[in-house]
C-alpha cells in the first residue's frame, strides 16, 4: 500500500497492466501444457528417432548444404525426459518446472532449430517445406495464440543472432526470404485462428455450464436461507419445549413418552442442519463467484493477517464430529500480513478441509497440517498438508481446471480449486499441489509481502 500510495496514476496503470500480462501468460503456459500433456511422450518420441533419420537422410540421400551432428545430438537429448514425464511427475522438482521445461523443449524444437538451420541452408526447398511444417507444429502444440506468437517471435530472434555469429549463406542464390515469410505468417495466423475457434466453443460451452450453475445457485438460495431460519427457530423453543414435557411427566399428565436419547438426537440434528446449511451456503458463494465471468471484485479488500484468517476457517467449519475435527491441527507460527479478503481466504480454506477430510476418511488413515512460513523477501506461504493417500500423477495437472473433479460423481463439483486459484490470483499470489500417491497432499499458498501499516 506504501508502494501504490507513491505511483502516479500512470505508474499504477502500467504496474496493472504488466501484472494482468504476466497472468495471462501464466495461465496460457499451464493451460496449453495441460492439453499437451497426452502428447509430450508422443513428441518426444518422435524427436529421438527423426532427428537421427533426418540428419542420415540430409548428409547422405539427399546432402543439404549445412547439417549439425551436435544441434541434433542436443534436440534428442532435451527430449529425451519428456519421454519419462509420467514416470519423473513423481519428483516434486519436476512438477514444479515440467511446464517450464515443455515450452523450452518446443521453443528450441520448433521456431528455433528450423529457422536456424533453415538460415544456415540458405531457406532451400527442403528447408522451407521443414520450416511450414515446424510453423504447423506449433501451433497445433502450444494451442493459445499469445504462447505461439511469443515463442516464434523468441525463436526467431535466437535463430537470427545465431546465425548472425555462425552463418556464411548468400541469400541471392537461394529462395528468396521475403517470399516466404509471408506464407509462413499466414500458417501460423490461419492455424493460431481455427485453434483459437476452437477454444471459443469450448469456453461457450463452459459459459452455458456456468450460467445455469450460477441460476441454480441463486434459485437455491430462497429455501436454504428458509431452512436456516427454521432450524434457529426450533433450537430457540425446542428447550422450552423440553422443559413443558418434563414437567407434564412430573405432574403425571398423559402425554406420550420419548426417550432421553431421542431428545439428544433432536438437539443433534437440529446443530447438524445449522452447520450443513452454512457450509451450502459456502458453495453456493462458490457456485456464483465461477459463474462470473469477471475477475474477483478486488475494492473491498484490505490487510488481512493469515493466523486469522486460518484460525477463523477451523472455527467455522462445519466438522462432522470431534474425531474429526482433532485431526486438523494448526501449527501457529510466525505471523503475517496479505492484502486480500479475509472472507474469501476462510471461504478458500474450506473446501481445502472439505477436500482433505473427504480423501482422509476414504483412506481411513491420515492427519491435516497447517503452517506458516515467512521470508524476509518475497513472497511468504502458507502450507496445507494432509497425509492421506495424495493425488495420482495423471489427475494432479487438472485439479485446478474448473467443473473438474476427482471424486465420484456426486461428490464433487469441480470449483472449490477454481476457486482457490482465482482467490490467490486476485490476492496477486499463487497456489501450488505437490503430492506423491499414497503419501501425502500438500498446497502451498504464496503471498505477496505487504507493509504492516
Not at 555469429?165 to 548468400?170: A, I, Q, R, S, Y
Not at 499466414?186 to 476452437?198: E, H, M, P, Q, T
Not at 438437539?267 to 465461477?290: F, K, P, Q
Not at 485431526?327 to 474450506?350: M, R
Request: charge should be positive; include cysteine.
Amino acid at each position: 500500500m506504501i508502494i501504490d500510495s507513491m505511483l502516479s496514476p500512470s505508474g499504477r496503470g502500467v504496474l496493472g497492466i504488466g501484472r494482468r500480462l504476466s497472468v495471462r501468460i501464466r495461465a496460457a503456459m499451464e493451460q496449453s501444457a495441460t492439453y499437451s500433456r497426452p502428447n509430450m511422450r508422443l513428441f518426444a518420441l518422435f524427436a529421438v528417432i527423426a532427428h537421427p533419420v533426418y540428419f542420415l537422410c540430409w548428409t547422405q540421400i539427399s546432402p543439404q548444404p549445412f547439417e549439425s551432428p551436435w544441434l541434433r545430438m542436443f534436440s534428442v537429448l532435451v527430449a529425451l525426459p519428456m519421454l519419462f514425464e509420467a514416470q519423473l511427475a513423481r519428483n516434486r522438482i519436476w512438477r514444479r518446472y515440467v511446464t517450464l521445461y515443455w515450452f523450452a523443449v518446443l521453443l528450441y524444437q520448433l521456431p528455433f532449430f528450423f529457422v536456424f538451420m533453415s538460415l544456415m541452408n540458405g531457406f532451400s526447398d527442403v528447408w522451407a517445406l521443414s520450416t511450414m511444417a515446424a510453423c504447423l507444429f506449433t501451433v497445433l502444440l502450444v494451442f493459445d495464440w499469445l504462447m505461439v506468437t511469443l515463442m516464434v517471435a523468441i525463436g526467431v530472434l535466437a535463430a537470427s543472432l545465431c546465425y548472425q555469429l555462425f552463418g556464411t549463406v548468400d541469400f541471392d542464390a537461394h529462395n528468396s526470404l521475403a517470399s516466404l515469410v509471408p506464407v509462413y505468417l499466414f500458417a501460423l495466423i490461419g492455424g493460431s485462428a481455427f485453434n483459437y475457434k476452437v477454444e471459443i466453443v469450448a469456453r461457450e460451452k463452459l459459459a452455458a455450464i456456468t450460467s445455469a450453475v450460477g441460476t441454480i445457485a441463486h434459485e437455491l438460495r430462497t429455501p436454504l436461507l428458509s431452512i436456516r431460519s427454521g432450524a434457529r427457530g426450533l433450537q430457540t423453543y425446542l428447550p422450552a419445549l423440553f422443559e413443558a414435557y418434563g414437567l407434564a411427566r412430573e405432574h403425571g399428565l398423559p402425554i406420550t413418552p420419548v426417550r432421553a436419547a431421542h431428545i439428544r438426537q433432536m438437539h443433534s440434528v437440529m446443530d447438524r442442519i445449522n452447520a450443513e446449511t452454512e457450509y451450502t451456503n459456502v458453495i453456493l458463494d462458490m457456485l456464483l463467484v465461477n459463474s462470473n465471468h469477471t475477475t474477483i471484485d478486488e475494492r473491498g479488500f484490505d490487510v488481512v493477517r493469515i493466523g486469522a484468517s486460518v484460525e477463523g476457517a477451523i472455527e467455522r467449519y462445519p466438522f462432522h464430529s470431534a474425531r474429526e475435527r482433532a485431526l486438523v491441527s494448526w501449527e501457529k507460527g510466525t505471523d503475517f500480513a496479505f492484502y486480500g479478503s479475509q472472507l474469501l481466504a476462510v471461504h478458500l480454506l474450506f473446501n481445502l478441509l472439505k477436500n482433505a477430510l473427504y480423501f482422509l476418511a476414504q483412506a481411513g488413515h491420515g492427519e491435516i497440517r497447517i503452517w506458516t512460513e515467512r521470508s524476509a523477501a518475497g513472497a511468504h506461504r502458507l502450507h496445507f498438508r494432509d497425509t492421506g493417500p495424495g493425488i495420482h500423477p495423471d489427475v494432479l495437472p487438472r485439479i485446478f481446471e474448473r467443473f473438474y473433479s476427482a471424486m465420484p460423481r456426486g461428490q464433487g463439483t469441480g470449483i472449490g480449486l477454481a476457486f482457490a486459484r482465482q482467490v490467490m490470483e486476485s490476492f496477486g499470489g499463487e497456489i501450488r499441489c505437490y503430492s506423491a500417491h499414497g503419501r501425502y497432499t500438500e498446497f502451498v499458498l504464496s503471498f505477496p509481502a505487504v507493509g504492516e501499516s
